[in-house]
Structure formats: C-alpha cells, structure tokens
C-alpha cells in the first residue's frame, strides 16, 4: 500500500503482485480476514487494470488503499488502547471482528447486545458470492416491526467448508425471536438467533411494516449519509422507504417519487435484475415502500436507490 | 453547489490524481497546490472543511506523504458522502400495468429450479413441471421466458404451447415484447406459435411486424405467414410481393396462395407450366390450376399403378399435392380403389399407419382449415374405402364425436388397430385440463399445431384399449392366423395396448386415474393368463391389486423361453415383480424341474432361491 502510494500506480507489475499475494496470504494466517480481504481486492483490481486505465480503475484502487490504510490504522490504534488499559476482552466494536475475532452468543450477550421477543418480517433475501472473502454468503433483510430497526443475517459458507455447512432460503412467515443477538455496528446490524416462533404473516403485519418506513427520501439518505462517511462502513446503507409512484425516463432508468422528493434507480451486484423486475409490476403498484441499498456515486456526487423488494399493504414482492 | 466548478470536487480529484501519480511527486504537483489554495475560502465558512485544508496543507511538506494522503482522502471522501445529493430531475413517465404479471411467492431455491428448468428447454423436451408454469406470471420469471422464447426444439414448443393453453390471450403480449426485433440471428417464433393458436386476432401487430422494414427478416416472414388467416390483408401482401425481393417475397406469395386469393391465381398458373414447376404452391394453392395439375400427374401415375406388375415404388411425397383443395376428393377416391383392389397386406416393418401419406394429407387439411368440407371428404372417402382410410376417418371421427370414434372405425382390429394406436399416441393433456392432439409426435418450431379434443378419456377409448377379445393363448398362436404377419400383427396389437394404457396414464389427471387404473388393471391380468409380457406384469406390480400367483410367474417363464421375445432375466424379472417368497420358492422347483435342459435358465433360477435361502438367514 504504501509502495503503491509512494511510487504511484504505474509502478505495480507482475512482480509486484505476486509480492502482493504472498502478504495477503500472510494476513490470513494471522487470521486478519477484513484486511486480507481489501488487500485480495486491490490485487484483483491491479491485475485486471487496462493499458491506458481512466479515473475510475485508478480511483477504485486508491479508494483501496485508502480503506485498507484506515482499517489498519483504527486496528493499530485498537490495539494499542487494549494493551494500555490491559483489557483483553471483546467489547462493542466492529474492529474486533474485522481483526479476526469470532463472536460467541453468549459474549454478545454478556455485553447487553441483545433484544427479547423480537417479531421480525424478512424484507429482502440473496445468495451471494463474496469472492474477496472467498464464501457464499445466504443474506436476510429483516424489520422489526416494533422499533423499525433493519437487521442482517448473513449465513457464511466458505468455500472450502461448503459442503459441511446447510444453504439458507427465503422466509415469508413473521418470526417471534425469543433472544435476538445483535453484533456491534450501527445501522443494518448483523444479528443471529437460536430459537424462535414462526407464524403466517397477516395483512396487518404488513401494514405495521409499511408505518415503519421512512416518509422521505431525504430522511433515508441522512441516515445513509451517516453511516457511508465512515471508512470502513458497508457500501451500501440499506433502507425502507415510502413512494408515491415509480416511473421511468427515456433512456429506460426508473425514477422512484415521494411527494416532490425523487430518487434514480439502479442495479447493484447483489440484485442485478432487480430494476427491470420492478419495471414489470410499477405499473399495477399504487404506492408502498421500496426496500432497498442506498449506494453513493463518487463520480456522479450523488445516491441512488437499488431496489431489493417492495412491500405493499398486502405483502412484500421480492425482486 | 455546482459540481463543476466547486472547489472542493476539484481538490478531491486532485488528492486522487496525487495518489495515483504517487506521493514522491506531491512537492511538485503545482495542479494540487493550486486545488488547496482553490479550497481555502471553503475552509473558512465550515469547520471540518477547514480540517481537510489544513490536513492538505501540511499534506505538501510531509515526511509520511503515503500516510498523510491517506487520511487525507479519508476525510475528503467522508465529506463528499455528506455533500452528495440523490433527486433525479429526469422527465418520467408511468408504465402502463400488466394484468398478466402477478408476483409468486418463491423461495430462492425454488426459482433457480424454475429457470433451470426453462434453461433447459432449448436443449431437451422435458416432463411437465408444475411449478415452473405455475410461476410464468412472476415478473421473475419474465427474462427466463424472453430467453428461451425465439429458441428452437421440440422442448421450446411444447413449453410455449402449453403456456398458451394455460394462460390464453394473457400471455400473448409478452410472446410480442419477447421478440428481438433487430438481432438477425431472431427466428421470429413467437409469432408463428401466436399465429397457429390465434389466427387472425393480432392481425395489426402481424402487419405491424411485416410491414416494418428495419425489423430482421426472420420475424417479418413469420409475421407475413401469420397475415394468410385475414383475407383483408390481400392487398397488402401483394404489394410486400411485388416491393420485397427474396425470402419475403416468396413468403408473401406463399400467404396470398394459403388464403386463395384471386390475384394469386395467375401466379400460380404460370408456375406451374414452367419446365420445373413450383411444387410448394401446388401444394399450397386450391385454384382451378393448381387442381388440374395434381389431378393429371395423380391420374398418370395411377395409369402406371395399374399397369405395373409387382410393387409399385413409394408415391408418398406427392400426395402433400393433394392438400388445401376441397374439389380433389375424386383422386383419393382413384387411390383408394386402387388400393382396394390389391391383396391386403399387414406392414409389420413399421408402426405408421398403412396409407399413411394419403391420410395425413387428410389430417393436415383439417389442422390447417378445419372446413367442414374436409370433413365431409374424409367421411365420404371412409364409406367407400374403409381398409384405405381409417386413419384419418378416426382422426376425425376423434374430433367430432370421440365418445364412440374407436367403435365406430375398429371394425377389424388387424386391419385397424395400428392407426387408432398411432393417433391416440399423439394425445397429450394442456395444463388447462384439455386433452389436445398433436399434428406430430414432438413438437417443433414448424409445428405447433394441436386441436382441443375433450377434458375426459372418453369411455369407448378405455374399452378399446383395455378389450380382451384381442387377448390370444401364446401356446395357440399359430392355430388362429393364417400368416406369419397377422400372426405379428396380432401381438403387437396386444402389447401396444400395455404401452398406450401406460402413455395415457401419464398424462391423464388425477381425477381419472383411478378409473383408467382400474381397467388397465383388468386387461393386465388378462395377458397375464394368455400373453404374459413383461409390460403387463409391469402394471400389476404398480396396481393390480393383489399379488401374482404361482401360475402367472410360470407362464411368462414359459412365454419368454418359448417365444424368446427378447432380453429376458429371470433373476431381475422376478425382484421387481411383487412375487411372495413361497409363491416365488415354488414357480422355481417347477421351473427346475421342466427346464432342467435350460442351463441358462436354471442358473438363474439357482440365483434367486439362493437371494431368498439368504433372506431367510
């Protein structure tokens, strides 16, 4: 990182790459997964680099580095706190996982991070292939239908332990969660539980879902804004919000309106047909809320809206 | 703030440009150095912009540029996330809704399996999958179909003519938007299956699509051929044949032939005196001209029948010369006594039926047109030549009055029974409960044709199928036929009864099952008695009810050594018949003790009591 910042990237070769692997080989066997991660990202991005690259290869590699610089200052500086206070345990800090930590329920617990008899709508469901993190990860969307906090679970399946580890599907029925564990974060949280009711979700649960969602497009993109500031936030700040109509340009991408707010629409990795799914049924859906990743472009200077799913007063139609 | 000319956009590029560059530069960048300054008068109204100035500043004359930089980028990408905006000042739009498109509640699993199974229609037909039609109306679904919509194979057209009959005029837009209307390699389909469902209603979207130069070849053909069912569309087609060169003008005559039209006549006319006459339009058209040229090389050939000692060679192609026309019924007639005058002969080389392409010609006719006329022509040829015409008289007979149309036509089961098999292996069951047939036995992109038939096997078709007048002793073949073919021919009348039972109970529906079953049941223990083949067993192990006895198990023994009808087993036969073990330990002793010169079969006997002594232990 360093080499490529001080000497530019133009200095990358083959060579330097190979180089490059054997240290990100190295972070995971000190068991540092999200620093190896970034690092398997920028070798990827440098290798895959054009004779003449534009402003975006070069961009996304140094917006690379940078996440990569962060990260490993926040961790030095963790670590360094730790060592001061002499205080070895885990606590509500997303570095402690980031740094190779694995948390146990009852750690999660004993630090208060936990919710009880929480009742919880799945909003979006996706297999996903995180080749830097080289898993599949099955990731769930889910509302609380009490405060209108939106929880992730990610159901990992490295690719070497796929075979020992059961795929996950999409859920339709409302779920009551005896004990819901919440890893530290701040919006979209990662959650798990062990025990829990399922019932056939109602019309009313629906409508319970639809009250939770954000009235304007400017209050879900605060909250996004405060959360993709930070540099080692996810790329995407997952949000329900409420539109009047969705509509289309002339040049095909759909608009979605809320009062006299509006926002573009765009495809992401994760849900990459989902816009021409939406397109299909806009016509027939008078209102609800969409459910979807707020994305921010740094060329473009402004968010966009991919869609996950919608829900309507009589249930969520997943894209 | 305007992008453009903001400050601070600019100094972020910059910090970007340096990084890429590489910091060692950074002393010399005089484009940043003169972005920081840019910057400075933002610093002052905003405390953290004042940060990142101050960051970039000391950035310039750092000795840990890497590291600097770093946080600097930080800082100003965390900035510009806040400064981002997200309205969309585009002009919009609303869609109009689709009735058709209603969201369904899959798992992920569950629609891969959908698509996959979509996926792989191009390649293979593949069985009836309730839950990928079930789901079509899923806007999830809509890709996989625009996928495979325009593909050919025998899987494609089944798929789409059973989504047709499911789903009716519903679905027809999306077959429309599905077209790719610019792709060279598009082959334009999805009309020709609309077309062959729907004749003339989309009428203005086939001219639409005909009539559209920029549109690719392959779909503007289609949709010239879907214009033949509207005689309006005259006029239109004859300037598309006059204006358009090649395969569209071909294909413009060609409709103008199909739907009779006057001006085609000349045309016609004059093509069928050239030296090589057009043989595609004297099958298509039914004008004076293109009757009276069938009509003579039918009746010359005929002459050469009739004066041909021995074999006549095939004549089969020709007999498509005869289609289309209403007033030809004579020269079927000419064939028909023709053919009555020869000794009657059983084809054991093949299962078509015999006069095969003399009836299809009828049958197409009645896919094609529907007339009553031809109709009335099948009927008429049928009175007068039974043996020559029954095959098409069933099809028709099928058609109009299918609750006695196999004891109307089956007066002789040797003479008759192949083309009754022959027509009723065509049926299939459309996923809105009709049973439909066929005009081949796979479907393709050049034949989608099915015609409606009835919502329940009708009783007459089950007793035909399960009569056991038809049911000879093995051991007294020879005493009751006169020849080695009606020998032949009287087994396979038998065993194909087992296989078209086992074809309709595959596709018939759960209401009926248990009816059909039942009767399959009873003509299964029937052979069993007299002709034990290995289908008929086959069925009483599914549902005969009751186990096979001692005698049943010898006698297809004794069957299959006799008659040596191909591979037989003992050891495989009698594991997966649903024998009782006591029952199973005698039929070996007096196999043993009959056989005993069989040393093949013996051995086989001694592998099967030596399976049970081990069950036993």
């Given at each position: 990182?360093?080499?490529?910042?001080?000497?530019?990237i133009?200095?990358?070769?083959?060579?330097?790459?190979?180089?490059?692997k054997?240290l990100?080989k190295q972070?995971?066997?000190?068991y540092l997964?999200e620093?190896q991660a970034?690092?398997n990202?920028?070798?990827?991005?440098?290798?895959?680099i054009?004779?003449?690259p534009?402003?975006?290869?070069t961009?996304?590699?140094i917006?690379?580095?940078?996440?990569l610089?962060?990260a490993v200052?926040k961790?030095?500086?963790?670590?360094?706190a730790?060592l001061?206070s002499?205080?070895?345990?885990?606590?509500?800090n997303?570095?402690?996982?980031?740094?190779g930590?694995?948390w146990k329920?009852?750690q999660?617990?004993?630090?208060?991070?936990?919710?009880?008899n929480?009742?919880?709508?799945?909003?979006?469901?996706?297999r996903?292939?995180?080749?830097?993190?080289?898993s599949?990860v099955?990731e769930g969307?889910?509302?609380?239908?009490?405060?209108?906090?939106i929880f992730?679970t990610?159901?990992?399946r490295p690719?070497?332990?796929?075979?020992y580890?059961r795929t996950?599907?999409?859920?339709?029925d409302?779920?009551?969660?005896?004990?819901?564990?919440l890893y530290?974060?701040s919006?979209n949280r990662?959650?798990?539980?062990?025990?829990?009711?399922?019932?056939t979700?109602e019309?009313?649960?629906?409508r319970?879902a639809l009250s939770k969602?954000e009235t304007?497009?400017?209050?879900a993109?605060k909250?996004a804004?405060?959360?993709l500031?930070?540099t080692?936030s996810r790329?995407?700040?997952?949000v329900?919000?409420r539109?009047?109509?969705i509509?289309?340009?002339a040049?095909?991408?759909?608009v979605?309106?809320?009062g006299?707010?509006?926002?573009?629409?765009s495809?992401?990795?994760?849900?990459?047909?989902?816009?021409?799914?939406?397109?299909?049924?806009?016509g027939?859906?008078?209102?609800?809320?969409?459910?979807?990743g707020?994305?921010?472009?740094?060329?473009e200077?402004?968010?966009?809206?991919s869609p996950?799913s919608?829900?309507?007063?009589?249930?969520i139609i997943?894209? | 703030?305007?992008?453009k000319?903001n400050?601070?956009?600019?100094?972020?590029?910059r910090?970007?440009?340096?990084?890429?560059?590489?910091?060692?530069?950074?002393?010399?960048?005089?484009?940043?150095?003169?972005?920081i300054e840019?910057?400075?008068?933002l610093s002052?109204?905003?405390?953290?912009?004042?940060?990142l100035?101050a960051?970039?500043n000391?950035?310039l004359?750092?000795?840990?540029?890497?590291?600097?930089?770093i946080?600097?980028?930080?800082?100003?990408?965390?900035?510009?996330?806040?400064?981002?905006t997200f309205?969309?000042?585009?002009?919009?739009a609303p869609?109009?809704?689709?009735?058709f498109i209603?969201?369904?509640?899959m798992?992920?699993?569950?629609?891969?399996s959908?698509?996959?199974?979509i996926?792989?229609l191009?390649?293979t037909?593949q069985?009836?999958y309730?839950?990928a039609?079930?789901s079509?109306?899923?806007?999830r679904m809509?890709?996989?179909?625009?996928?495979i919509a325009?593909?050919?194979?025998?899987?494609?057209?089944?798929?789409?003519?059973?989504?047709?009959?499911k789903y009716?005029?519903?679905?027809?837009?999306?077959l429309?938007?599905?077209?790719?209307?610019y792709n060279?390699n598009?082959?334009g389909?999805?009309?020709?299956i609309i077309?062959?469902?729907?004749?003339?209603?989309?009428?203005?979207?086939?001219?639409?699509l005909a009539e559209?130069?920029?549109?690719?070849?392959n779909i503007?053909?289609?949709?010239i051929?879907?214009?033949q069912y509207?005689p309006?569309?005259?006029e239109?087609?004859?300037?598309?044949?006059?204006l358009?060169?090649?395969?569209?003008?071909?294909?413009?005559?060609?409709?103008?032939?199909?739907m009779?039209?006057?001006?085609a006549?000349?045309?016609v006319?004059?093509?069928?005196?050239?030296?090589?006459?057009d043989y595609?339009l004297?099958?298509?058209s039914d004008s004076k001209?293109?009757?009276?040229y069938?009509?003579?090389?039918h009746?010359?050939?005929?002459?050469?029948?009739?004066?041909?000692?021995?074999?006549l060679?095939?004549?089969s192609?020709?007999?498509?010369?005869l289609?289309?026309?209403k007033?030809?019924?004579?020269?079927f007639?000419k064939?028909?006594e023709?053919?009555?005058?020869?000794?009657?002969?059983?084809d054991?080389?093949?299962r078509?039926?015999?006069?095969?392409?003399?009836?299809?010609?009828?049958?197409?006719?009645?896919?094609k047109h529907?007339?009553?006329?031809?109709?009335?022509?099948?009927?008429?040829?049928?009175?007068?030549y039974?043996?020559?015409?029954?095959?098409s008289?069933?099809f028709a007979?099928?058609?109009?009055a299918p609750?006695?149309a196999?004891?109307?036509?089956c007066?002789?089961?040797?003479?008759n029974?192949k083309?009754?098999?022959y027509?009723?292996?065509?049926?299939?069951?459309s996923?809105d409960?009709?049973?439909?047939?066929?005009?081949?036995?796979y479907?393709?992109?050049?034949?989608?044709?099915?015609i409606k038939?009835?919502?329940?096997i009708p009783?007459?078709?089950?007793?035909?199928?399960?009569?056991?007048s038809?049911?000879y002793?093995?051991?007294?073949?020879?005493?009751?036929?006169k020849?080695?073919?009606e020998?032949?021919?009287?087994e396979?009348?038998?065993?194909?009864?087992?296989?078209?039972?086992?074809s309709i109970?595959c596709?018939c529906?759960d209401?009926?099952?248990?009816?059909?079953?039942a009767?399959a049941?009873?003509?299964?223990?029937a052979?069993?008695?007299?002709y034990p083949i290995?289908?008929?067993?086959?069925?009483?192990?599914?549902?005969?009810?009751r186990?096979?006895?001692e005698?049943i198990?010898?006698?297809y023994?004794?069957?299959?050594?006799?008659?040596?009808k191909?591979?037989?087993?003992?050891s495989?036969?009698?594991?997966?018949?649903?024998?009782p073990?006591?029952?199973?330990?005698?039929?070996?002793?007096?196999?043993?003790?009959d056989?005993?010169?069989?040393?093949?079969?013996?051995?086989?006997?001694k592998?099967?009591?030596e399976?049970?002594?081990?069950?036993?232990?």
């Amino acid at each position: 990182m360093h080499d490529i910042l001080t000497n530019g990237i133009g200095s990358v070769n083959k060579a330097a790459c190979q180089q490059y692997k054997g240290l990100a080989k190295q972070l995971g066997d000190y068991y540092l997964p999200e620093p190896q991660a970034i690092m398997n990202e920028i070798i990827q991005a440098v290798s895959n680099i054009s004779e003449e690259p534009d402003d975006r290869e070069t961009n996304n590699i140094i917006a690379l580095c940078v996440r990569l610089g962060s990260a490993v200052k926040k961790s030095r500086d963790y670590i360094d706190a730790k060592l001061e206070s002499g205080e070895v345990l885990p606590e509500d800090n997303i570095l402690y996982e980031e740094m190779g930590g694995v948390w146990k329920l009852s750690q999660l617990k004993e630090l208060g991070l936990f919710r009880e008899n929480t009742a919880l709508l799945q909003l979006s469901f996706a297999r996903i292939d995180d080749v830097m993190h080289q898993s599949f990860v099955d990731e769930g969307y889910w509302l609380d239908l009490d405060t209108g906090d939106i929880f992730r679970t990610d159901n990992i399946r490295p690719y070497k332990a796929m075979k020992y580890i059961r795929t996950e599907d999409a859920k339709f029925d409302l779920y009551v969660v005896q004990e819901l564990y919440l890893y530290p974060g701040s919006l979209n949280r990662r959650v798990r539980w062990e025990v829990s009711e399922s019932f056939t979700a109602e019309e009313k649960d629906y409508r319970q879902a639809l009250s939770k969602a954000e009235t304007s497009i400017s209050a879900a993109v605060k909250k996004a804004k405060n959360e993709l500031k930070n540099t080692l936030s996810r790329p995407y700040a997952a949000v329900l919000i409420r539109f009047d109509s969705i509509e289309y340009a002339a040049d095909g991408h759909g608009v979605m309106k809320c009062g006299e707010e509006t926002i573009a629409l765009s495809d992401c990795r994760e849900y990459p047909d989902a816009c021409k799914t939406l397109k299909l049924i806009a016509g027939g859906i008078g209102g609800g809320a969409v459910f979807g990743g707020l994305f921010y472009n740094a060329q473009e200077h402004r968010f966009t809206l991919s869609p996950f799913s919608v829900v309507t007063e009589k249930d969520i139609i997943r894209l | 703030m305007e992008v453009k000319t903001n400050p601070f956009y600019e100094l972020r590029n910059r910090l970007y440009a340096s990084a890429a560059a590489g910091c060692a530069l950074i002393a010399e960048d005089f484009r940043l150095k003169r972005a920081i300054e840019a910057f400075q008068p933002l610093s002052e109204a905003n405390k953290v912009f004042g940060r990142l100035y101050a960051m970039c500043n000391a950035l310039l004359t750092s000795e840990n540029k890497a590291a600097d930089i770093i946080d600097c980028i930080a800082l100003a990408d965390a900035l510009a996330v806040t400064q981002g905006t997200f309205a969309d000042g585009s002009e919009t739009a609303p869609v109009p809704a689709d009735d058709f498109i209603k969201p369904v509640r899959m798992t992920v699993n569950e629609l891969e399996s959908n698509r996959e199974y979509i996926r792989k229609l191009q390649y293979t037909d593949q069985s009836y999958y309730v839950s990928a039609y079930d789901s079509m109306t899923d806007p999830r679904m809509i890709g996989s179909l625009f996928n495979i919509a325009g593909k050919n194979g025998s899987g494609v057209a089944t798929f789409l003519s059973n989504l047709l009959a499911k789903y009716g005029d519903d679905i027809v837009p999306l077959l429309f938007q599905s077209l790719d209307l610019y792709n060279k390699n598009a082959t334009g389909n999805q009309v020709r299956i609309i077309s062959a469902n729907f004749r003339e209603k989309y009428n203005d979207r086939y001219i639409q699509l005909a009539e559209d130069e920029t549109v690719t070849a392959n779909i503007r053909i289609a949709a010239i051929e879907a214009m033949q069912y509207e005689p309006k569309n005259e006029e239109r087609l004859l300037d598309l044949y006059k204006l358009s060169k090649g395969k569209i003008k071909n294909a413009a005559l060609i409709s103008l032939v199909r739907m009779n039209a006057p001006s085609a006549e000349a045309i016609v006319e004059k093509a069928l005196t050239k030296s090589k006459p057009d043989y595609e339009l004297a099958c298509e058209s039914d004008s004076k001209a293109a009757e009276d040229y069938v009509r003579k090389l039918h009746f010359d050939k005929l002459y050469e029948a009739y004066n041909t000692a021995g074999e006549l060679p095939k004549f089969s192609a020709n007999f498509d010369l005869l289609g289309n026309k209403k007033n030809i019924g004579d020269v079927f007639e000419k064939w028909g006594e023709y053919y009555s005058s020869r000794p009657l002969k059983y084809d054991i080389s093949s299962r078509t039926p015999d006069y095969y392409y003399e009836n299809e010609t009828l049958i197409e006719n009645l896919y094609k047109h529907g007339d009553k006329e031809y109709f009335d022509m099948i009927r008429s040829l049928y009175e007068k030549y039974p043996n020559v015409y029954a095959y098409s008289a069933f099809f028709a007979a099928l058609i109009e009055a299918p609750e006695n149309a196999c004891k109307k036509i089956c007066k002789n089961h040797l003479i008759n029974d192949k083309s009754l098999f022959y027509v009723i292996d065509k049926l299939f069951r459309s996923p809105d409960g009709w049973y439909r047939i066929k005009k081949v036995p796979y479907m393709n992109e050049d034949n989608y044709e099915n015609i409606k038939l009835f919502r329940k096997i009708p009783d007459d078709m089950i007793e035909f199928l399960t009569d056991t007048s038809v049911i000879y002793d093995f051991n007294e073949l020879e005493k009751n036929f006169k020849s080695h073919e009606e020998l032949w021919t009287a087994e396979e009348n038998m065993r194909w009864r087992c296989v078209a039972l086992s074809s309709i109970l595959c596709i018939c529906g759960d209401d009926e099952s248990e009816r059909i079953k039942a009767a399959a049941a009873e003509y299964a223990w029937a052979m069993a008695k007299k002709y034990p083949i290995s289908q008929a067993l086959t069925f009483l192990k599914e549902f005969g009810g009751r186990p096979l006895d001692e005698d049943i198990i010898y006698n297809y023994v004794k069957y299959s050594k006799i008659t040596m009808k191909g591979h037989f087993s003992f050891s495989n036969t009698m594991e997966r018949s649903d024998v009782p073990e006591d029952v199973l330990r005698k039929v070996c002793q007096r196999i043993m003790n009959d056989f005993s010169d069989n040393s093949d079969l013996i051995s086989h006997v001694k592998i099967v009591l030596e399976k049970l002594d081990a069950k036993e232990q």
